[in-house]
């Protein structure tokens, strides 16, 4: 084929392709103008994700009618005029191949008025095609209609997802475009409901509050400093508030929000110590910088930029916050919010391990014992392992006594699923007469004697799985116990959050957690089910809104559904480092053989290890 030029069509069809990836783009680059053409209030009204139709209304300084048909074309702009600008910019925008873009893949309307002009004036993009321009009425500013997006790109339209999930990219577009400038009024609706209204304001608190809730505005810690021309400012979040993703990380230069990962990095630093493995700290920072210092130029939708001296920012980042954490006290709180977050996965380390086997292995030789019949449930050390080892020297007489849970734990009859064998103890009742058949280790594991060896169950890994054998048996007989909550508990969410709760109520309502929407962000849980009695309502519809919204794919209702069991199964089961009354044990024990596949937990994981006896025969050289 002969080297041609490309048509003015497919060039804007293939730089569409860069800047618009799914409706919220659409919704950031218009926002993106609005603010641009110095509105002090703008309305976003969304349908089906935006894949139906998004709207940006706005009462900044309009476009002349004769330059309507300039603003839909390719490298057309108002806002830099030569390479010198390139370096000093302090629009948003400056490459002029929005709206051409956006024009190109959908139908667009775009209206506007100018103070001046004593009417308004229209014009239609239908994939590229524009029409002539024509009066029409409309108040000062610009709104842009934006219908069928990727109508003439069947790739892209195959590629979005769902309405849920597209709506959820939608809000993050618009939050981070809502904090960068507090200062203008924004509105969103989606499918004509309000989501956000958010009045203008001069300090960021407020909008923040209102964005993520009052419960995180209320953990913040301010934090600034200057140096040389570099001015750093905003709020870092209480290591109380963390979250099991980096999304909630925002960074902003010059009134734009950016992604910078040495920035992340940094903040990661600054939080190191402060929180466990797999959490990642909430902070909103903003930096002001003379433009020259850095290029935006670098990415299509300048989601990146580069830094003369990123070195130096990272720095003052870390610094920065350090020198904050240093002077403020975080303990108490750090302590209240770390304990829920055990991950059976990740807790245990190499030493341990190799602790466990060494004890395994004396067990093996003979070492211990007798060590099924009778284990006081509340004597041993947390973190030891319960051997009767010894007899004379040991801390726990072999005294039989009356089940008790010591510590802070739930008692066994309030754990679902693990009914304690007998759910009241008689005081006076030998411990014995229901021995539990297994040994519980570091709080974590149980080991226990088989007709074929040694069997090393996972308690969490296992306990959920029974929870999940229970919990999908009645969720398929429909015959989930609910329990209505006296007073419904109110639950701050996020934009993204609250639409998909209140896009699945009736999935979420068969897992038997009924939600209401209540005013603006919050919603109400009215009840939730009776076996998760000893978790927070709120917790658990948190759990399940993740869940719901990390699928990427459509997911089809019964994988969702399978997927929500598992999520509420992880969060109700017994965790590694519950101590264990005998009678939970045994009823751990007893129950383990009714799963179809008592072996996984449904994470996939193993729940148990097995040791055969011509195993051990062979490791000790029996054999
Ligand atoms: P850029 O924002 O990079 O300049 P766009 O394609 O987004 O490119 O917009 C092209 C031009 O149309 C802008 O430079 C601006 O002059 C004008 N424009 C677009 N949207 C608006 C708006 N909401 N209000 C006023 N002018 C606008
Ligand atoms: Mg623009």
Same mark, same amino acid.
């Given at each position: 084929m002969p080297?041609?030029?490309?048509? =003015?069509? &497919?060039?804007?069809?293939?730089?569409?392709? !860069?800047?618009?990836?799914?409706?919220?783009?659409?919704?950031?680059?218009?926002? #993106?103008?609005?603010?641009?053409?110095?509105?002090?209030?703008? %309305?976003?009204?969304?349908?089906?994700?935006?894949?139906?139709?998004?709207?940006?209304?706005d009462n900044g300084g309009g476009i002349p009618a004769e330059e309507l048909p300039l603003?839909? *074309?390719?490298?057309?702009?108002?806002?830099?005029?030569?390479?010198? %600008?390139?370096?000093?910019?302090?629009?948003?925008?400056?490459?002029g191949e929005a709206l051409a873009s956006i024009g190109e893949i959908s139908r667009l309307v775009l209206r506007s008025r100018t103070p001046e002009s004593p009417g308004g004036a229209e014009? #239609?993009?239908?994939?590229?095609?524009?029409?002539?321009?024509?009066?029409?009425?409309?108040?000062?500013?610009?709104?842009? !209609?934006?219908?069928?997006?990727?109508?003439?790109?069947?790739?892209?339209?195959?590629?979005?997802?769902?309405?849920?999930t597209e709506f959820g990219h939608i809000s993050e577009a618009f939050i981070r475009i809502a904090l960068a400038v507090?200062?203008?009024?924004?509105?969103?609706?989606?499918?004509?409901? =309000?989501?956000? !209204?958010?009045?203008?304001?001069?300090?960021?608190?407020? +909008?923040?509050a209102l964005c993520f809730g009052r419960?995180?505005?209320?953990?913040?810690?301010?934090? !600034?400093?200057?140096? %040389?021309?570099?001015?750093l400012s905003g709020y870092a979040a209480h290591p109380g508030q963390? +979250?099991?993703?980096?999304?909630?990380?925002?960074?902003?230069?010059?009134?734009?929000?950016? +992604?910078?990962?040495?920035?992340?990095?940094?903040?990661? #630093?600054?939080? +190191?110590?402060?929180?466990?493995?797999?959490?990642?700290?909430?902070?909103? &920072?903003?930096?002001?910088?003379?433009?020259?210092?850095?290029?935006?130029?670098?990415?299509?939708?300048?989601?990146?930029?580069r830094f003369q001296d990123s070195g130096r920012l990272y720095s003052q980042l870390l610094g920065t916050l350090r020198g904050k954490f240093l002077t403020t006290n975080l303990n108490t709180r750090i302590q209240a919010a770390a304990p829920s977050d055990d991950d059976p996965a990740t807790g245990h380390d190499v030493a341990q391990a190799t602790q466990l086997r060494q004890q395994l292995v004396d067990w093996a030789k003979g070492k211990v014992a007798s060590w099924g019949a009778a284990r006081p449930s509340g004597e041993a050390p947390a973190a030891g392992p319960t051997f009767g080892t010894g007899t004379a020297e040991s801390r726990v007489p072999l005294e039989l006594r009356p089940l008790q849970n010591p510590s802070p734990l739930p008692q066994a009859e309030e754990r679902p699923g693990v009914r304690a064998a007998e759910s009241s103890p008689n005081a006076s009742s030998p411990v014995s007469a229901r021995s539990p058949s297994a040994l519980q280790i570091h709080n974590r594991y149980l080991v226990t004697e088989t007709d074929e060896?040694?069997?090393?169950?996972?308690?969490?890994?296992?306990?959920?799985?029974?929870?999940? #054998?229970?919990?999908? /048996?009645?969720?398929?007989?429909?015959?989930?116990?609910? /329990?209505?909550?006296?007073?419904?508990? =109110?639950?701050?969410?996020? =934009?993204?959050?609250?639409?998909?709760?209140?896009?699945?109520?009736?999935?979420? *309502?068969?897992?038997g957690v009924k939600v209401e929407p209540f005013g603006g962000q919050t919603l109400l849980v009215a009840a939730y089910p009776a076996m998760l009695a000893n978790i927070s309502p709120v917790e658990i519809l948190r759990a399940l809104l993740e869940r719901i919204l990390a699928d990427v794919k459509q997911p089809d209702r019964r994988d969702l559904l399978d997927d929500l069991l598992h999520t509420i199964a992880c969060k109700a089961a017994i965790k590694a480092g519950d101590r264990l009354a005998p009678a939970e044990i045994a009823s751990l024990l007893e129950q383990r053989h009714l799963c179809d596949d008592a072996h996984h937990?449904?994470?996939?994981?193993?729940?148990?290890?097995?040791?055969t006896r011509e195993e051990l025969d062979k490791q000790f050289k029996r054999v």
């Open positions: 080297i041609q030029l490309l048509s =003015p069509s &497919l060039v804007n069809k293939i730089a569409a392709g !860069e800047v618009i990836e799914r409706p919220a783009s659409v919704v950031k680059e218009l926002m #993106e103008n609005a603010v641009d053409a110095g509105a002090t209030r703008i %309305d976003v009204s969304v349908r089906q994700g935006g894949l139906e139709m998004v709207r940006v209304v603003a839909l *074309a390719a490298h057309a702009t108002s806002k830099i005029t030569d390479a010198d %600008d390139l370096f000093r910019i302090g629009t948003l925008g400056f490459r014009i #239609e993009a239908g994939g590229g095609v524009l029409s002539a321009v024509a009066p029409c009425g409309c108040p000062v500013g610009t709104a842009v !209609e934006v219908h069928n997006l990727f109508f003439n790109t069947p790739v892209r339209r195959k590629f979005l997802r769902t309405s849920t507090p200062q203008v009024h924004f509105t969103l609706r989606h499918n004509d409901k =309000p989501i956000f !209204e958010l009045a203008a304001n001069d300090g960021w608190l407020e +909008r923040i419960e995180l505005a209320d953990n913040l810690i301010w934090v !600034e400093s200057i140096e %040389d021309e570099v001015t963390s +979250r099991s993703h980096n999304r909630m990380q925002y960074f902003f230069l010059n009134g734009r929000h950016i +992604r910078d990962r040495a920035l992340q990095h940094a903040l990661g #630093e600054a939080y +190191r110590g402060l929180l466990m493995v797999g959490r990642f700290p909430i902070a909103f &920072l903003a930096m002001k910088m003379p433009p020259e210092l850095v290029d935006v130029n670098v990415h299509p939708t300048k989601l990146e930029v060896g040694v069997t090393i169950i996972d308690q969490h890994a296992l306990h959920e799985r029974i929870l999940y #054998e229970q919990l999908r /048996q009645r969720v398929a007989a429909g015959a989930i116990e609910t /329990q209505t909550l006296l007073v419904p508990e =109110p639950v701050d969410l996020g =934009p993204a959050e609250r639409a998909a709760a209140l896009e699945h109520r009736d999935l979420l *309502a068969e897992l937990c449904p994470h996939g994981r193993p729940t148990a290890l097995v040791f």
